[in-house]
């Protein structure tokens, strides 16, 4: 099935930001919000809750970090203990630095590629973007039309204080509107 | 409710303002101005293949090197760009942690040219090697040798790891600020090449709400990783020498001694590429005198602590009471190299004291010069501290001259036009500027304002 | 529908490409591996028979293992210790016994009996027989190669006149890196037997690297023999660079 | 051959992916596509094939010589001749080549000693700068015809009485003596002349007069307590170094239980090796060597209660109280005492003959009843030589292993005169001076292709036994001799034969009755003694001494002509280890040099480097050389090193790495150094090596010389030293008096504890601890470890740039430092190599593990794992690590069978340094586990220790208490260098005892 949905186009931030409260205390539901910039306030306004990428990132560098320490007590002390300018075949100190720099590196790329997971970023995806300038200077609220109590109408009395540039309806293909 | 923000970018720009600035240099064919650039800087890097070529051809013999004086100019440049490639991240990371606003007309350059740095510094441990062709033995493989891995215990290994790591965390965080602006790019460019490539950089960035509030908690993340990162990788360069037993070396203040110093030639070399961007580009108004003053402060405290750093080592060697200890340094100012040693301190240390007034800081064409004199003290720093300690170490017997060859010359050249080819090109095809980031920070123009009952329903 | 042909393509290509690897999995080395290398050589020299069916103990001809680092490769003249005298091939001097058995049969039934009693045929098998051994031929072509390196007579086996013996130019199988060295003496006075480094020689028609002769599987050897000893008794077989590199 | 299988693979993939290809001919998209498809199946079975390395085939013996074992070193006894000294010699070869030279341990006189030349005879052979065959006219021939040639000629010469001239250095080989004399003896006029490049002709004249016997005593340093030498370099180059060394080094060796040891003044002009190592030395201008003399003589003489008639002059540089306390010290130890001069004035030798009859030397330190053979230069005849050439009364020249126009340069005329003479001989093993106007030269054998024989001292003789088959159709002199005299012998033969003879009657009670046995003895030994041959007279008639001549003093230089102990007569000239050896006391490499006094440099603002001329009064030689600024030479006098600016030498103008920036070794159309031979004179009846009058004037030119050590002194430049830190106690020094009241004097007090670890040891040595210790007090810094460990080690020459550089690659090097000045001066030596510390710097920094520490307590360097970062070299306190900084040559396949197959040859790039010989530590150990046994002390040797000839280095198993290495480390006097950093070496050196009163070091206080 598809979907039509209601885009209102703003040219401040902060327009956006009072139109998507407004919308959300009349009940309306929002799909999404398009800024060319990371509008602080907005997460919270439209109710997004934190993301979970801490974890993922704490996890792979605890991973870095114990993994490298094993390999390198395996490497000085089990697989062929060597002895070097007669340091202690483990010798801790020694091995912190590059256990330091794996974790780093594994945190960092976990998070990023988990970030490109999560919100299905791929070379070569294929985007329709609603509105040429939404990685400019424009500020897009989508909301979905199909719940019970929608009408255009209303919504756009509701948004034209928050200085509407313009209310546009379009009919997308299910699975959100990219 | 709304903040007052400082007016960090002049002009009274608007975010569509900003996209046009920002992406006229890329969409305009280059000036003479950069071309002549180009052409200086790839005559350089030449210059640099050809040295280098040479000498993997005929040995490291072609370098001025001895028994006693192992690396001079190899691992002095190594410091040094690893140094250069410090405060891209220090500006992007640090700062952003520490929320300085001003930073983001100049980080994404400043991260471009950590990268570069990066790369440019990557390359001496390589090539002074005796046999390169065997570098890939530094990573610990499993092999047929029943099984021989690497000596953890090593700074050199630490090092392969701290500079490749660094590499790609700073190659990451460049990538990742990118996105936005490709996306903008993307969307805005008329050249079907362009738009496609962008296409594909961009990786379907739409700015969706959703995507940038993952966004930010990733690059947050990211700066959290990458400051004790910046840190980590100078003091284990500085482990290179700090663990060795040559007196000059074996030193526990090289640590922080060699951060402050990296942070601050990266600066000084950040001023010197931003202070000729801001003119070709046509770009003052997004870094303007004050983020040049800001910069400023930043490398006047940084001097300070380096000075502090050559104060400290001639302290403790008298107070050390060792003999070999104290000889070192007392060569170092009086002996065969006391020449380097003194450009050193004035540069580094004597002349960014101007920048105490004001009048200096904002003072263009005097920034530029002293950027320059720190870029070449901070380079001397490095090649007092390595030649000095090892020309004359423990048994007299075996104290040796040291003298570059035109080789070793010829690759430190070949190096700065890696530089500024590379940084050249950044310039032309990407957006010098972090749009997305500075479209943020731009001051907000007067709001329509919007009916009572509306703020009575609010309150 | 062009998408598809390529992308079937592509499958064809990748299977044959990983059926071909799979083939060849079997004798998969690392680089500079020479393990299973067989080379052929001037004289078709047999271990298996000499080793194996004559049971000639190794170090009958690589004498020097026991007493240097090299197990040496016997020079010309120890060959001439038997084959000064056994100059034919084994098949044939195996075949010159039957038909001397033969023969001796055959004259064991005409013994004593009057010319005149002797049946046509068993003349006609004496004959035979005398055919056949002349047929057989003496000396074998791989001895003849060695008699001509050493500039020999092959019927007096004296040297010729004014010729002078050259070395016969073996193909090295198992060649050590010059910078590893490897001491035969080291391992025979603790008893590693032959075997263990160069594999059943004594079953090998020609002789083919047994082992990777790589440097973990020397290191590993060494670990065990420090565990478990050699055949009984402890040794310290040490891991020390020195040990093999120097 | 062997990648056929492979390749036939990669081709099947092709070929069966053929038809798949039509089928899907139609688009050109997918026929790319297809075959980026193709591509990826082939280059899969690319990678399933690996290549082969290299066929390589092995050669076997076709008949395998008796006793051979492939790969295993076999020594045969043997006799070096590289000079007239006639050390005893272990000739090691392997797979037979010889490799290695080592002293002969029993040997009476060298004991096991072995000087740089000896040990760089390998080289030397496998040279392919040798002559192969016999020339004529320059044309090379065959030696019928030329023996032919030569006979006939010869012929003509005996019916028409010409003279015949045979000149040859000193020749200790009886065997061809007799066969000298006997082809002499078919001439009517006929002379054997010797020609020792650095002749003692003096002495023998001297002691002609008042011994009535022309002999050269042989002087026994061991039975010497007080030693007092004139210029005498005897650890040096003086008549048998190795010999002197071994013999005085017995005496250096005070011990807690025994603090006694010799004492030893050298008076000298320049800074000779000797002088180094004396206790007391002063400097005299040469010219004043005879009334230095005449003076002690006159202090001695009254001591014996025996007064000289005339008291010589007063005056010269060296006060009376130091001639007095000298003729005290001598005095007191008569009977123990010996006086010892270079000299070339018969007048000076005369009075040195009576100082030492009156000191009782005769018969106790020096023995003339059985002479040394080992000088027999007759300059007098030589003179006449000359003059016969002049005036064209030669008919037939033979030259034997010297060259005679390089040796005697100073007569410009000669080589004319030569080329006069009908029939011109040269023997000469490389186309030297002589040789290329020669009529016709035959090459003689390098000495390990020949047979021979020696009688150094009278009563000792030894034999010289060939150790491969003659590389080239040379032949011994003997043999050439032999067929020219008109009975042919091999020279095995001739030696049987002579010996049977003549040597074989004077065998002692002891010696085998049968002559079989007797020469198998002789042969297996190396040497065996006989009695000496009767010397006619030898009673001490006392000479007339005649008084000193005064001197006029003038601004004029003195010159003094000197031989280097790297390079002690032009016949090694072609011998590039050698060349690339560092003076012992100038650490100077390829080349001669002026060597000028420190105060004469200040005066004439001279530096090392400028090029001087230096000529004669005369007018007539001069010659330009770059300056040394020796200190320790007397002022007013230069000296120049003899043997340099050979013939040919310019060979080396290529050696070692050839790059954009490197300066060629040999400049265009020079040679390596200078002959200075051309300042020999002839005065009263002998050649001399010092000259007066001599003049210096700069060109203003530079050469810079190729050095190994930059810096002197064991002092810091005093301008930037710390309070307290001006001298660094890497070598420490007591003396004699402060030794016996403490052993352990001299040793800084310690501000460092290296007792407590930072971390848990656990690296336990429970095998062996291998540990060598150098006794600085024995050490005279002679060298012969270097050129050892090179031949042992296969370390490259890499040539005057490369040394210029401070890249020479020595894995042994032994430091010189002077410190204090004037007489107080102290001159050290240390040897100095890898110190194989516990916790050595080195080993912690590298990223690959390619230098690690054994169980065994060895800093292993392993050279194929090597990426070549420097940075070990870098963390060396030592800095005894060596770089390849280029691919030093090996591309000459004569030269290298010299190489050592136990020793990888290691390639451009890595690091390298002293592995204690391990190859040797490994051999020794399978050896004794071969036989069941633990490894016995002093069986396994190091190449520097085997031939050391002052026995200074011990080598061994530290953890095994019964050793000597570790006895050596018990020792009070043994101490680490740089001990405060706790690097726990396992080299220890024992501290240097002068016998000396202190002079120097006020109260300085030092770092330690």
């Known amino acids: 099935m598809s979907d039509r949905v209601l885009l209102a186009t703003f040219e401040h931030e902060e327009d956006l930001l009072d139109a998507v409260r407004e919308v959300r205390r009349a009940g309306h539901k929002i799909l999404d919000a398009f800024t060319p910039y990371a509008v602080h306030g907005l997460d919270r306004a439209m109710g997004l809750r934190p993301s979970r990428l801490t974890w993922v990132c704490f996890i792979c560098g605890m991973t870095g970090a114990l993994g490298m320490l094993w390999f390198e007590y395996w490497v000085g002390a089990l697989a062929w203990a060597v002895d070097v300018g007669g340091k202690p075949w483990n010798s801790l100190p020694s091995n912190v630095p590059v256990a330091f720099e794996t974790a780093v590196l594994l945190a960092g790329f976990g998070s990023v590629f988990a970030l490109l997971g999560v919100c299905r970023l791929f070379p070569g995806k294929q985007v329709r973007p609603l509105l040429e300038r939404v990685t400019d200077d424009r500020f897009v609220l989508v909301l979905d039309q199909t719940d019970a109590q929608f009408s255009a109408t209303q919504v756009e009395a509701m948004l034209r204080p928050f200085n509407l540039l313009e209310l546009e309806e379009r009919v997308v293909a299910a699975g959100g509107v990219e | ?459 | 529908m062009q998408q598809r042909v390529i992308t079937i393509a592509l499958l064809i290509g990748l299977c044959f490409g990983l059926s071909l690897l799979a083939s060849t999995m079997t004798n998969w080395r690392m680089p500079d591996n020479q393990q299973g290398y067989a080379p052929e050589q001037p004289i078709a020299y047999s271990h298996r028979l000499h080793a194996g069916e004559l049971g000639i103990d190794c170090k009958f001809c690589h004498s020097a293992a026991e007493l240097g680092r090299h197990a040496g490769i016997p020079s010309s003249d120890v060959c001439m210790k038997c084959h000064r005298y056994v100059t034919a091939s084994y098949d044939v001097t195996q075949e010159k016994l039957r038909i001397a058995d033969d023969e001796k049969k055959l004259l064991d039934e005409i013994e004593g009996k009057p010319e005149d009693q002797i049946s046509a045929e068993t003349m006609q098998a004496l004959k035979d027989l005398q055919a056949r051994a002349d047929a057989l031929k003496v000396p074998s072509s791989q001895l003849q190669k060695l008699y001509k390196f050493l500039a020999l007579d092959e019927e007096t086996m004296q040297p010729k006149e004014g010729a002078t013996p050259q070395s016969i130019p073996w193909v090295r199988v198992h060649n050590l890196p010059d910078y590893a060295c490897f001491n035969h003496q080291a391992h025979v006075a603790v008893g590693v037997t032959c075997q263990t480094c160069h594999g059943p020689v004594e079953s090998m028609e020609r002789v083919r690297q047994y082992a990777t002769l790589s440097m973990g599987w020397c290191v590993n050897c060494h670990r065990d023999a420090t565990r478990d000893g050699v055949n009984g008794h402890e040794v310290h077989a040490a891991t020390d660079c020195t040990v093999c590199h120097h | 051959m062997t990648q056929l299988p492979d390749k036939s693979r990669t081709a099947d993939a092709a070929l069966h992916s053929l038809p798949v290809e039509q089928a899907d001919a139609s688009s050109p998209v997918s026929r790319r596509q297809f075959l980026e498809a193709a591509g990826f199946s082939l280059s899969l079975a690319a990678v399933s094939g690996c290549g082969r390395a290299p066929v390589e085939t092995a050669l076997p013996f076709p008949v395998q010589p008796a006793g051979v074992i492939p790969g295993q070193l076999q020594y045969f006894a043997s006799t070096c001749a590289g000079c007239p000294t006639a050390c005893g010699l272990l000739v090691g070869t392997r797979d037979g080549r010889p490799l290695k030279m080592e002293g002969l341990p029993e040997h009476p006189l060298s004991q096991g000693g072995l000087c740089a030349v000896g040990q760089a005879l390998p080289i030397g052979l496998y040279d392919s700068h040798r002559l192969t065959g016999p020339l004529s006219a320059g044309e090379s021939a065959e030696w019928a015809t030329v023996d032919q040639e030569i006979i006939q000629v010869l012929g003509q010469i005996k019916e028409q009485r010409q003279a015949v001239r045979l000149v040859t250095p000193t020749i200790t080989s009886p065997t061809l003596q007799a066969h000298v004399d006997a082809f002499l003896a078919q001439f009517e006029n006929a002379k054997h002349i010797v020609l020792d490049a650095v002749s003692s002709s003096a002495i023998l004249d001297a002691h002609e007069q008042t011994h009535s016997a022309r002999v050269l005593p042989h002087y026994q340093l061991d039975k010497a307590q007080v030693l007092v030498s004139f210029g005498a370099d005897f650890l040096g180059t003086w008549i048998s170094p190795v010999e002197f060394t071994a013999a005085w080094s017995s005496r250096r060796e005070p011990t807690e239980e025994h603090p006694q040891m010799s004492y030893h003044v050298q008076v000298e002009s320049r800074m000779s090796l000797t002088g180094t190592n004396a206790d007391t030395r002063f400097t005299i201008a040469p010219r004043e060597q005879h009334l230095v003399l005449s003076r002690l003589a006159h202090e001695v003489a009254s001591l014996a209660g025996r007064p000289l008639a005339v008291s010589p002059p007063l005056g010269g540089s060296l006060p009376d109280t130091e001639i007095a306390s000298m003729a005290r010290r001598l005095w007191e130890a008569r009977g123990e005492s010996l006086v010892l001069c270079d000299a070339q004035d018969v007048a000076t030798q005369i009075v040195v003959n009576n100082l030492n009859h009156l000191l009782g030397a005769y018969g106790e330190t020096l023995d003339v009843n059985r002479p040394s053979q080992q000088r027999q230069g007759n300059d007098r005849d030589l003179k006449q030589l000359i003059e016969e050439l002049g005036a064209d009364q030669v008919g037939a020249l033979l030259v034997a292993d010297v060259d005679l126009l390089h040796e005697l340069a100073a007569q410009p005329a000669l080589a004319d005169a030569v080329r006069r003479v009908p029939l011109t001989i040269s023997f000469a093993q490389r186309e030297d001076e002589f040789a290329s106007l020669a009529k016709f030269v035959c090459p003689d054998h390098h000495l390990l292709e020949s047979w021979s024989d020696a009688e150094p001292i009278s009563g000792l003789v030894s034999l010289a036994q060939p150790t491969l088959r003659p590389l080239g159709k040379t032949r011994s002199v003997l043999e050439s001799l032999a067929a020219w005299s008109g009975q042919p012998a091999t020279t095995y033969e001739a030696l049987q034969q002579h010996w049977q003879q003549a040597i074989h009657p004077r065998r002692q009670a002891a010696a085998p009755a049968e002559f079989v046995e007797f020469w198998e003895r002789a042969l297996h030994d190396g040497f065996i003694e006989v009695a000496a041959v009767a010397t006619t007279g030898g009673e001490f008639a006392a000479g007339a001494m005649e008084p000193p001549a005064q001197h006029s003093p003038s601004d004029d230089f003195s010159l003094l002509l000197y031989s280097k102990a790297s390079m002690p007569d032009s016949r090694h000239a072609h011998n590039p280890w050698l060349q690339e050896l560092p003076d012992p006391v100038s650490k100077v490499t390829w080349g001669n040099y002026v060597c000028v006094s420190s105060a004469d440099a200040e005066k004439h603002s001279l530096e090392d480097g400028d090029i001087v001329k230096v000529s004669a009064g005369d007018g007539g030689s001069e010659i330009e050389l770059p300056v040394l600024v020796q200190v320790g030479q007397h002022p007013g006098v230069l000296a120049i090193a003899l043997a340099y600016g050979c013939k040919g030498t310019d060979r080396f103008a290529k050696v070692g790495p050839q790059w954009l920036e490197s300066r060629p070794t040999v400049l265009e159309n020079e040679l390596v150094g200078k002959n200075a031979a051309g300042f020999v004179e002839f005065r009263d009846g002998a050649r001399q090596y010092n000259r007066s009058g001599v003049t210096l004037t700069k060109t203003g030119r530079q050469r810079e010389l190729a050095t190994t050590q930059k810096y002197n002194s064991l002092e810091v430049p005093a301008n930037i030293a710390p309070r307290g830190g001006l001298r660094r106690d890497v070598v420490q020094h007591t003396t004699l008096a402060a030794f016996a009241q403490d052993a352990h004097a001299g040793a800084p007090e310690q501000h460092h504890d290296n007792k407590t670890q930072l971390w848990p040891e656990d690296h336990p040595k429970s095998g062996h601890a291998w540990g060598m210790v150098v006794d600085l007090n024995k050490c005279t810094g002679c060298s012969a470890c270097v050129v050892a460990c090179q031949s042992e080690n296969n370390i490259p020459v890499v040539g005057y740039d490369e040394v210029r550089r401070q890249r020479e690659m020595h894995w042994m090097r032994i430091d010189r430092y002077y410190t204090g000045e004037g007489d107080a001066m102290l001159v050290d030596h240390q040897p100095m190599m890898c110190q194989h510390c516990d916790n050595a710097p080195c080993e912690t920094v590298c990223p690959v593990l390619a230098t690690v520490h054994s169980s065994e307590g060895l800093n292993e360097q392993v050279y194929n794992r090597c990426v070549g970062t420097r940075y070990c070299a870098n963390n060396c306190p030592y800095k005894v690590r060596r770089f390849n900084w280029f691919k030093y040559e090996h591309d000459d396949s004569l030269q290298n069978l010299v190489l050592n197959p136990e020793v990888t040859v290691r390639s451009r790039g890595v690091m390298e340094k002293c592995s204690l010989c391990v190859q040797r530590i490994e051999a020794g150990k399978v050896k004794a586990r071969s036989h069941g046994q633990p490894v016995a002390d002093g069986a396994i040797q190091t190449a520097c220790q085997q031939s050391c000839p002052a026995n200074a280095i011990v080598f061994g198993d530290m953890n095994d208490t019964e050793s000597k290495v570790h006895a050596a480390q018990e020792n009070p006097r043994s101490y680490h260098v740089l001990e405060e950093l706790n690097v726990r070496p396992s080299v220890s050196y024992l501290r240097v005892v002068k016998n000396r009163e202190e002079k120097d070091r006020k109260g300085e206080p030092h770092i330690g």
């Open chain 2, 1 to 459: 409710m709304a903040t007052l923000r400082p007016t960090l970018i002049t002009g009274g720009k608007v975010p569509a303002d900003v996209t046009r600035d920002v992406c006229a240099p890329m969409e305009r064919s280059p000036t003479a101005l950069w071309w002549g650039a180009f052409l200086l800087a790839s005559t350089a890097l030449i210059v640099g293949v050809v040295a280098v070529t040479y000498q993997i051809a005929m040995g490291i013999g072609t370098w001025g090197l001895n028994r006693t004086v192992g690396w001079a100019f190899d691992i002095t440049n190594f410091v040094f760009w690893v140094g250069i490639g410090h405060a891209g991240t220090l500006i992007s990371a640090v700062l952003f942690l520490f929320r300085q606003k001003w930073r983001t007309s100049v980080n994404r350059s400043a991260e471009a040219m950590t990268l570069i740095a990066v790369v440019c510094a990557g390359l001496f441990p390589v090539i002074h090697m005796g046999r390169p062709w065997l570098a890939f033995w530094m990573a610990p493989y499993p092999n047929t040798r029943g099984s021989l891995w690497v000596n953890f215990k090593s700074p050199l290994l630490w090092d392969v790891f701290g500079i490749s790591t660094y590499l790609l965390i700073s190659a990451v965080f460049w990538y990742v600020g990118l996105l936005p602006d490709l996306a903008t790019i993307r969307d805005r460019s008329k050249s079907p090449w362009r738009r496609r490539v962008a296409g594909i950089l961009s990786l379907g960035w739409n700015g969706s709400a959703r995507t940038w509030s993952r966004y930010e908690t990733v690059y947050m993340l990211l700066a959290g990783l990458a400051t004790p990162l910046v840190f980590s990788v100078h003091s284990i360069v500085s482990m290179d020498f700090a663990t060795a037993v040559i007196p000059g070396w074996h030193t526990t203040i090289f640590p922080p001694y060699f951060v402050a110093g990296a942070i601050f030639s990266g600066l000084a070399m950040v001023l010197t590429l931003m202070i000729i961007g801001r003119k070709t580009m046509q770009l003052e108004n997004y870094i303007t005198v004050g983020h040049i003053e800001s910069m400023c402060k930043l490398m006047l405290s940084m001097g300070c602590i380096v000075g502090l750093a050559y104060g400290t080592e001639f302290f403790i060697a008298a107070f050390s009471g060792n003999p070999y200890e104290q000889f070192v340094f007392l060569n170092r100012a009086l002996g065969p190299f006391s020449w380097a040693y003194w450009t050193m301190v004035s540069c580094n240390v004597l002349v960014p004291q101007l920048l105490w007034f004001r009048f200096f800081r904002r003072n263009i064409a005097v920034v530029f010069v002293i950027s320059i004199f720190v870029n070449i003290g901070m380079w001397f720093e490095r090649f007092v501290i390595i030649v000095t300690s090892l020309h004359r170490d423990f048994l007299p017997s075996s104290w040796a001259d040291y003298a570059p060859t035109s080789i070793e010359i010829a690759t430190l050249a070949g190096s700065f036009g890696l530089f500024f080819t590379c940084f050249l090109l950044f310039c032309r095809f990407f957006p010098v500027i972090a749009m997305a980031e500075v479209k943020g920070v731009l001051e907000k123009p007067r709001r329509a304002p919007k009916q009572d009952s509306e703020q009575g329903d609010a309150a």
